[in-house]
């Protein structure tokens, strides 16, 4: 096996695989408790009072409002089906008004009434807007709870779509909105509204000439809804999109529109290295960059998905992580590092544990950054626990991954046994497996250097301690390197090695050459 395929085989192992598996136990829970909240807030958003326009009837005279009540419902649907169209218009606007009640709306009984036909039929009445946009609106509510399903199998996907081109910009945002929430409801229904002929032509236009500010949230948080979702959206049906969120995230000023997107370009590159490749080739790696710089110390919830995806772009090829590197990636890393929410530090770790899973040449250059690596030890030494275990796969994979001399920087310079050891105390199995394969990388760069070092912290008696877990891996993984570095406890006095002249330093101290990224030895 060549070296660049079994680098990339080790990044798989440590990145794309357990990383990513890790990422999708916590991240997707994050993401259900946090974007199904801001999905049901945005499906709600409109349901404010308005005034609403009087309803003329045929002979001019003013129809009167009709009462908005659960009692009311089977006279509400009558009038939807009668034969005076103002009436109609009264009737479904009370309708939708009762669907918009904030707490516990009456989905199931406006179904059980019969009233989704008619709903769908007015859909298509082109000759009244006003009908069309109520009507919409109502089915928009029924499309946000758990019902769903009742109105895709009334068949209102086509009719959506036509509607994406009406000459009302209300008639066009509400179609929009519901779209959004049928693509939300579960990724059978985000397919279905992908492959309706017209749907993603409709979307793309209302974004690129959005009839206001409210429209254009409407369409990104749409669309964001078509990239999301188990399994993936098939990256044929979205490629036409990117360019277009490629554009929204370089010129685009509105906050919401941005976080939006961005979430999107993180559901796309959450997958295979083709997902990744395609935002790559739009240079999106340099505009996130540029995105987490701008607004690091402004809004969190721009930078949660900006990071998002460029940590998803580091877990693909060596290739797809360069170019991130390449955009100033490293840089960004140590002010989100340090920054004031637990969420950000610990996605700040995890992408720089993908980089370091990455080639010698990845690693120097994270290394040749004392700032940055400086950051990522502080974090393992006093953040709080969820923290701490992104950074100590940066540990990690820095020995496991790293050339000599870059263990010896990390451990030399950085001073990084005690973190260790301090990382191995909490007890984790799965974080302890991992430091203790880290440790012998270690110990066997230079034996006896390292074992005076690892000594002088109480590593010898935390070592110790191991022999007394349950665990059989992390029992055997501490007897192991008892037995390889520091010998049985007969020959406890024969343990410690020699050390320089000096009897305080070593032989030979790294140095960084911030020209070249590469370490030279004193």
Not at 29 to 51: S, T, V
Not at 108 to 134: C, M, R, T, Y
Request: hydrophobic share 40%; net charge negative; charged share 25%.
């Amino acid at each position: 096996m060549d070296k660049a395929n079994f680098s990339k085989d080790l990044k798989r192992a440590v990145s794309t695989e357990d990383a990513r598996k890790k990422r999708n136990e916590v991240s997707v829970n994050i993401r259900k408790n946090k974007r199904e909240e801001g999905l049901r807030k945005r499906r709600f958003a409109m349901m404010k009072p308005e005034p609403a326009a009087p309803i003329q009837g045929e002979n001019g005279s003013t129809v009167e409002e009709m009462q908005p009540t659960v009692e009311n419902l089977p006279n509400l649907n009558n009038a939807m089906n009668g034969s005076d169209r103002a009436t109609a218009l009264a009737a479904t606007r009370a309708i939708r008004k009762l669907l918009s009640t904030p707490q516990d709306p009456p989905v199931q009984q406006v179904v059980d009434i019969g009233a989704l036909p008619k709903l769908v039929q007015f859909l298509q009445d082109h000759s009244n807007p006003a009908l069309q946009f109520e009507a919409a609106w109502a089915l928009t509510n029924i499309g946000s709870s758990d019902l769903t399903f009742t109105i895709v199998e009334a068949g209102i996907l086509p009719h959506l779509v036509v509607l994406l081109k009406s000459p009302a910009a209300d008639v066009r945002e509400q179609a929009v909105w519901c779209l959004g929430n049928i693509a939300g409801d579960k990724s059978e229904f985000r397919d279905m509204v992908l492959t309706s002929p017209g749907a993603l032509e409709g979307l793309l236009l209302n974004m690129q000439n959005p009839s206001g500010v409210a429209m254009q949230r409407n369409v990104a948080w749409t669309l964001s809804n078509l990239c999301r979702g188990k399994p993936p959206t098939d990256l044929s049906l979205i490629q036409p999109v990117l360019p277009l969120f490629s554009h929204t995230l370089k010129s685009c000023e509105d906050i919401e529109t941005l976080i939006d997107v961005a979430w999107a370009c993180s559901y796309v590159s959450d997958g295979t290295n083709e997902r990744i490749q395609a935002l790559i080739e739009l240079d999106l790696c340099t505009t996130l960059v540029q995105l987490c710089k701008k607004y690091r110390n402004e809004n969190v919830k721009v930078i949660s998905p900006v990071l998002r995806t460029l940590g998803n772009i580091v877990t693909g090829s060596d290739d797809q992580t360069q170019a991130a590197v390449n955009a100033g990636l490293l840089r960004e890393i140590v002010p989100l590092a340090e920054h004031s929410k637990q969420t950000i530090r610990k996605e700040a770790c995890w992408t720089a544990s993908n980089i370091t899973a990455g080639t010698k040449e990845q690693i120097g250059a994270f290394l040749a950054m004392p700032k940055l690596i400086e950051t990522i030890l502080k974090c393992a030494s006093n953040d709080e626990w969820p923290v701490k275990k992104e950074a100590a796969w940066v540990i990690s994979n820095v020995c496991t991954g790293g050339a000599p001399e870059h263990i010896q920087c990390l451990v030399e310079r950085e001073k990084a046994i005690p973190v260790i050891f301090d990382l191995i105390k909490t007890g984790d199995i799965k974080i302890n497996s991992m430091l203790l394969t880290a440790l012998n990388h270690i110990l066997a760069t230079d034996p006896n250097e390292y074992t005076i070092l690892v000594d002088e912290c109480g590593g010898l008696d935390v070592l110790e301690d191991l022999q007394e877990v349950e665990d059989e891996d992390i029992y055997n993984s501490a007897v192991g390197i008892i037995e390889k570095y520091f010998g049985s406890e007969e020959d406890d006095e024969n343990v410690a090695p020699n050390v320089a002249e000096t009897g305080d330093s070593f032989a030979f101290k790294p140095t960084v050459n911030n020209n070249n990224n590469t370490f030279s030895f004193n």
